[in-house]
């Protein structure tokens, strides 16, 4: 790392962007880049000041990707401040956002998608069809254009970091992908842009998800290995919910993903559910 750092910048023009981190590593600087959809809560800024440790240059990229979401789903209504974000995000001693308009992202006649076949298949993939390419295609599109040394990402979207990860490694990126925990509200619940859409009964229930999560991780702390038994704790604080529907919940293997019926190796149990509208995921790793 070298010591000087960049006045902060906004960039939004995708050609500005790529030529500003082309000058910065000729400058042998370390780049790291966190690429967000903006409304920024703890579990974002974490990610900013971890790459604030790690990087002489930091980039946020904000841009709400209209591939990653269903025609049914909540793009119209996803929560935007990118005056509250930017300061956040100065705050955090980030150098360049990154914030382009869908225009400049999408031409006209843009029809290239990136797919991982199989890791995308399950759990938010059998739901939200087309949703992992949609965002595997924009952080390529957001790696082409940052051209980073680090990337960061939170762990409460595992399949997505899972995902990331593997594409990395197979168009041979060069990134170093850094996975960090989730971060939680006082209670349990974790951080999500969505939680904003909860009506407060809603936000109480919520903690089905984290409950559960946190029963079956003491199930396991107690000597069960069974994926049914398991899952059976996790499942039972939904009763306490009546609002709140598991879209699904499951226990896979934490890295290739694949289900389990028992906890004989290092593990992830996922959770989605919907509370009234609002879908929310979580998940907790498990190791037997
Ligand atoms: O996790 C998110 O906020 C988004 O899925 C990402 C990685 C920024 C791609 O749009």
């Given at each position: 790392m070298t010591a000087s750092r960049l006045p902060f910048e906004i960039i939004r023009d995708p050609a500005a962007m790529r030529a500003k981190v082309e000058d910065l590593r000729r400058d042998g600087r370390t780049l790291a880049v966190v690429p967000t959809m903006g409304y920024l809560h703890e579990g974002h800024l974490s990610l900013l000041r971890a790459a604030r440790a790690r990087a002489d240059v930091v980039i946020l990229t904000i841009f709400v990707n209209p591939t990653q979401f269903g025609p049914t789903e909540d793009l119209a209504r996803y929560p935007r401040d990118e005056d509250g974000d930017l300061a956040k995000a100065r705050s955090c001693g980030v150098d360049l956002a990154f914030c382009p308009d869908v225009?400049?992202?999408?031409?006209?006649g843009a029809q290239t998608f990136v797919t991982v076949r199989e890791l995308e298949q399950p759990m938010c993939g059998e739901r939200r069809p087309g949703h992992?390419?949609?965002?595997?295609?924009?952080?390529?599109?957001?790696?082409?254009?940052?051209r980073p040394h680090l990337a960061f990402f939170g762990e409460?979207?595992?399949?997505?970091?899972?995902?990331?990860r593997r594409l990395?490694?197979?168009?041979?990126?060069?990134i170093e992908v850094v996975g960090l925990p989730i971060?939680?509200?006082?209670?349990?619940?974790?951080m999500s842009s969505r939680n904003v859409y909860l009506a407060p009964d809603h936000r109480r229930q919520a903690l089905a998800l984290s409950r559960g999560l946190a029963a079956a991780a003491a199930a396991v702390a107690a000597g069960e290995r069974d994926a049914a038994a398991l899952l059976a704790a996790a499942r039972a604080p939904f009763a306490e919910a009546p609002d709140a529907r598991l879209d699904y919940l499951e226990l896979r293997g934490a890295d290739d993903l694949a289900p389990l019926t028992r906890?004989?190796?290092?593990?992830?149990?996922?959770?989605?559910?919907f509370v009234g509208t609002t879908r929310l995921i979580d998940n907790r790793v498990l190791q037997p």
């Open positions: 225009a400049a992202m999408y031409g006209p992992f390419a949609g965002v595997a295609t924009i952080v390529t599109k957001l790696f082409n254009l940052t409460k979207d595992f399949q997505q970091l899972a995902i990331i990395v490694r197979d168009l041979d990126f060069g971060v939680r509200e006082p209670d349990g619940l974790a906890l004989d190796r290092r593990a992830v149990m996922a959770v989605a559910a």
